[in-house]
């Protein structure tokens, strides 16, 4: 079997805030096979943030190990984990975090800049199949206040897609959409999922999202408090269909 993509083991996060410590993660251990489609689920306080921070390289643990790819973060520069960053996770945020005044397709090859080895026709051929891959190939040279949320938010796909990353680690990807778009976003992932295999974390707080990925882990007070996998997996495409069509949706 396959290494993790994602393992941790025993993760705890604790911040000093004055003369007290705030223990934002207790002891946090799971780990994300290769192809696995996992919603991280938790409210408000629950350390989800935290966590997430640590998924994503940005921070790392207090105690215990984080693996990505097979490399322990907790031992790493600065540099090292922003390199880390960019080769092996592809971000997808709430709020799209696109540049105004740039084009889907321009949007889309940021993350190649940071690599050198890369030309200027690798990157655009590589963002251009990205775009292919999440159906926006007609929509190459608009800028985001052309499109649609729903179109944002899969241009925010496609950059998160344009490096080959191991992981996709979405942050709320639905949030700011209503249900319609939110439906058409996680069809998408489940796409990406089972047809190419991309190996998904998506974060969110909304139970009717989380029943379209195959596992949920959820957080409460710092620690997993539940790790099942859903039996029922429901089908993002079937739920866009079903919807009424004359709804405000």
Same mark, same amino acid.
């Given at each position: 079997?396959?290494?993790?993509?994602?393992?941790?083991?025993?993760?705890?996060?604790?911040?000093?805030?004055?003369?007290?410590?705030?223990?934002?993660?207790?002891?946090?251990?799971? #780990?994300? =096979?290769? +192809?696995?489609?996992?919603? @991280?689920?938790?409210?408000? +306080?629950?350390?989800?943030?935290?966590?997430?921070?640590?998924?994503?390289?940005?921070? &790392?643990?207090?105690?215990?190990? *984080?693996?990505?790819?097979?490399?322990?973060?907790? *031992?790493?520069?600065?540099?090292?984990? $922003?390199?880390?960053? =960019?080769?092996?996770?592809?971000?997808?945020?709430? #709020?799209?975090?696109?540049?105004?005044?740039?084009?889907?397709?321009?949007?889309?090859?940021?993350?190649?800049?940071?690599? /050198?080895? @890369?030309?200027?026709?690798?990157?655009?051929?590589?963002?251009?199949?990205?775009?292919?891959?999440?159906?926006?190939?007609?929509?190459?040279?608009?800028?985001?206040? &052309? !499109? /649609?949320?729903? &179109?944002?938010?899969?241009?925010?796909?496609?950059?998160?897609?344009?490096?080959?990353?191991?992981?996709?680690?979405?942050?709320?990807?639905?949030? =700011? !959409?209503?249900?319609?778009? /939110?439906?058409?976003?996680?069809?998408?992932? &489940?796409?990406?999922?089972?047809?190419?295999?991309?190996?998904?974390?998506?974060?969110?707080?909304?139970?009717?999202?989380?029943?379209? /990925?195959?596992?949920?882990?959820?957080?409460?007070? +710092?620690?997993?408090?539940?790790?099942?996998?859903?039996?029922?997996?429901? #089908?993002?495409?079937? $739920?866009?269909?079903?919807?009424?069509?004359?709804?405000?949706?």
């Amino acid at each position: 079997m396959a290494n993790p993509i994602l393992d941790m083991q025993h993760l705890k996060r604790e911040f000093k805030m004055g003369s007290e410590t705030v223990r934002a993660l207790k002891g946090i251990s799971f #780990s994300v =096979n290769p +192809g696995e489609f996992v919603t @991280i689920m938790g409210s408000s +306080g629950s350390g989800k943030t935290t966590l997430l921070n640590i998924v994503g390289c940005l921070d &790392q643990p207090t105690e215990g190990d *984080y693996l990505l790819d097979g490399v322990n973060v907790r *031992y790493l520069s600065r540099n090292q984990l $922003a390199r880390l960053r =960019n080769r092996k996770i592809g971000f997808v945020f709430q #709020s799209y975090n696109l540049l105004a005044r740039t084009s889907a397709l321009e949007n889309v090859e940021l993350p190649l800049l940071y690599n /050198s080895g @890369i030309s200027a026709d690798v990157r655009k051929v590589k963002a251009v199949k990205a775009l292919e891959a999440v159906k926006l190939s007609d929509r190459l040279d608009h800028l985001p206040n &052309q !499109l /649609s949320g729903g &179109q944002q938010q899969r241009v925010a796909i496609a950059r998160a897609l344009v490096n080959e990353p191991v992981m996709i680690l979405a942050d709320e990807a639905t949030g =700011n !959409l209503d249900t319609r778009t /939110s439906y058409e976003i996680m069809s998408l992932l &489940q796409e990406l999922n089972t047809q190419q295999g991309k190996t998904i974390v998506f974060v969110t707080h909304e139970p009717d999202i989380a029943a379209f /990925s195959q596992r949920t882990v959820t957080l409460k007070d +710092g620690r997993v408090i539940k790790d099942a996998k859903n039996e029922n997996v429901r #089908s993002a495409r079937e $739920a866009l269909e079903n919807l009424p069509v004359n709804d405000d949706y």
